[in-house]
């Protein structure tokens, strides 16, 4: 019965190669459509269960007192050869410029606190900063010691801003404010040997998106010139790489899956690409290499791709059944991230089965029928 039905699929996808493309074409262009819908995620109380008092307790805490992320900017003396370069962080010049940088951070929207040292100095000098480091020093003095080094490090080679942010799972915002941050820390006219970095988990948050995306194209993209040096060094045929568009095709369709059920892209899923296609390229090996075989035997194009389908697509569908089996097992981890992994993978390799056994076959025929004869009468003037 399967069989029969496969075979069926097989002679149609054969028969009709452009349609089938064109179908598949249409149903990329919605996909890619929703797979810019895709967000990313990595607020850390998203990544656990939701029903857990720790977080249900922070989402209220923000609520009642706004925000609980915590952005700090670290302000510290570095090596420089300037002949006036502070040696103290205390230095008047360094005060004033973090005054500056404190009132630009103020104005940024989602930030609901700012607080230095140079707000207890002022404090204790009439609303005023000192214009001489000696003051200043005088200032502290009056402070008790355990106080006095909450403000600074011990050998004053260093201070710290506080900004508190209401940010909480919005990463589009929590991205805004890093990077306003940073420009003001850019424009701030710090004096030599003096330099501002933002750390805090606001900024750290940034920074893992900023990463989630380059790791995501990076090994997607090493992954499939891996596959493509491995498959052209197997069939020893330039058009081999066809069998890899099904995979091409399942990413853009797992990506428009993502988007379409506000799947986001987390520390997990941002390494389905890479995944998907060590996955997903043993179907098209596997079909590859049934067609040869198929062709060898002296059959035309069209019903070596139907006869490729009939016996290649059964194991091919048990083959990725026991795969998205084991895959879908993650949507029961206590950690979500996990869950979304797992429904991730197992929708990526679904899509490179049914193309494998739906598109390819309509692919190889247009190759053999079209682009084959193509190439050959190139060749021939070519070499003529």
């Known amino acids: 019965m399967l069989k029969e039905i496969l075979k069926d699929v097989g002679e149609f996808s ?12 249409l149903i990329t262009v919605f996909m890619a459509f929703e797979a810019t819908h895709i967000k990313k995620q990595t607020s850390y109380e998203k990544m656990l269960p939701q029903n857990l008092p720790a977080v249900q307790e922070i989402y209220e805490v923000r609520s009642e007192f706004g925000g609980t992320d915590v952005d700090m900017i670290v302000v510290k003396i570095v090596p420089s050869d300037a002949t006036d370069k502070v040696v103290d962080i205390r230095d008047p010049r360094v005060l004033r410029a973090v005054e500056t940088l404190e009132e630009n951070i103020r104005t940024i929207n989602g930030i609901t606190k700012v607080s230095s040292p140079v707000d207890v100095i002022k404090k204790l000098n009439g609303g005023v900063l000192p214009n001489d480091i000696e003051t200043v020093k005088e200032l502290l003095n009056k402070l008790p010691e355990n106080e006095r080094y909450k403000l600074f490090n011990r050998d004053f080679s260093m201070l710290i801003i506080t900004a508190f942010t209401d940010v909480g799972g919005d990463e589009k915002k929590n991205e805004q404010i890093y990077k306003q941050i940073n420009e003001y820390i850019k424009e701030t006219p710090f004096p030599p040997g003096v330099e501002a970095i933002q750390t805090g988990t606001p900024a750290l948050r940034a ?178």
Not at 14 to 25: E, G, K, N, Q, S
Not at 221 to 226: G, I, T
Not at 245 to 261: D, E, K, Q, R, V
Request: net charge positive.
């Open 207 to 384: 920074i893992i998106g900023k990463l989630m995306n380059e790791s995501q194209a990076i090994t997607t993209s090493v992954a499939m010139l891996a596959i493509l040096f491995i498959i052209l060094l197997h069939f020893r045929k330039v058009t081999s790489v066809l069998l890899l568009s099904p995979l091409i095709f399942a990413l853009i369709w797992t990506g428009g899956f993502m988007g379409l059920f506000g799947i986001p892209l987390d520390m997990a899923t941002s390494a389905v690409g890479s995944l998907v296609l060590g996955l997903g390229i043993d179907y098209g090996i596997y079909f590859g290499s049934r067609y040869n075989e198929e062709r060898e035997k002296g059959r035309d194009p069209i019903e070596a791709a139907s006869h490729t389908v009939m016996y290649a697509g059964s194991s091919i569908l048990a083959s990725a059944a026991t795969t998205v089996a084991g895959l879908l097992s993650l949507t029961i981890a206590p950690l979500p991230m996990m869950g979304n992994l797992g429904k991730v993978c197992g929708a990526g390799i679904t899509f490179c089965c049914l193309l494998t056994i739906f598109f390819l076959p309509a692919v190889l025929v247009i190759d053999e029928l079209y682009i084959h004869p193509i190439l050959a009468r190139i060749k021939k003037l070519i070499f003529k």
């Open 14 to 25: 054969a028969r009709h190669p452009f349609l089938v493309i064109a179908v598949v074409l």
